[in-house]
């Protein structure tokens, strides 16, 4: 059974950084991509950040370019995603997601399985 | 970037058939996946690639695509149905992002 298990979600002030992880277990999951996507309070989704299986190829969106950065580390099967110079803007449920298939220039592969997601709170 | 335009809400009555559309500028060539979401819990994949269900999702859900409008359809509509959804797909005409409309809350009355 494929489970995803974010963690690292609190209440940061603004400027400050937080790292949140996300535990996969259930599948190899070196041989596939994996996202992150936020929900603000009440509003709709987000894409946040995508990684290859490899680690070698990452996407951000560009409300996050420059601030997050995405990683993984398939020895832990675990995913990250460092998030500095938060904003209040990215108060928001971030759910971790893997991808059914590796993307490529002309395809993006739906989100079969997501974590429950873990609450990043940016306030004074 | 690309815009996804989703209704903000669709009302139907149990039994029958609920359409919830998605449009964007020739989205016909493009893949659309579809999301369901109810409160409180995380996203479930219901339809692929425009029209293809994962397994577990029942029959009563279907997807079309064509031009600038895709279509999520939810046949023989019942109260467990009640939830958002959303339509997403990959944008890589300027840089490559996956996009998510802004969601369809459906009621079932």
């Known amino acids: 059974e494929v489970q995803l298990l974010e963690s690292g979600g609190g209440l940061v002030q603004p400027g400050g950084s937080l790292r949140l992880s996300c535990a996969a277990s259930?599948?190899?999951?070196?041989?596939?991509?994996m996202s992150w996507v936020r929900q603000a309070p009440g509003k709709g989704l987000e894409w946040v950040s995508a990684i290859s299986g490899s680690g070698g190829s990452t996407y951000y969106a560009d409300s996050v370019k420059g601030r997050f950065t995405i990683s993984r580390d398939n020895s832990k099967n675990t995913l990250y995603l460092q998030m500095n110079s938060l904003r209040a803007e990215d108060t928001a449920v971030y759910y971790c997601?893997?991808?059914?298939?590796?993307?490529?220039?002309?395809?993006?592969?739906?989100?079969?399985?997501w974590g429950q997601g873990t609450l990043v709170t940016v306030s004074s | 970037s690309y815009v996804l335009t989703q209704p903000p809400s669709v009302s139907v009555a149990p039994g029958q058939t609920a359409r919830i559309t998605c449009g964007g500028n020739n989205i016909g060539s493009k893949s659309v996946h579809w999301y369901q979401q109810k409160p409180g819990q995380a996203p479930v994949l219901v339809v692929y690639d425009d029209s293809d269900r994962p397994s577990g999702i029942p029959e009563r859900f279907s997807g079309s695509n064509s031009g600038n409008t895709a279509t999520l359809t939810i046949s023989r509509v019942e109260a467990g149905d009640e939830a958002d959804y959303y339509c997403?797909?990959?944008?890589?005409?300027?840089?490559?992002?996956?996009?998510f409309g802004g969601g369809t809350k459906l009621t079932v009355l």
């Open positions: 997403q797909v990959w944008d890589s005409s300027s840089d490559h992002h996956w996009v």
């Open positions: 997601a893997k991808l059914t298939d590796t993307y490529s220039s002309s395809y993006g592969p739906p989100f079969d399985y």
């Open positions: 259930g599948f190899t999951f070196s041989s596939y991509a």
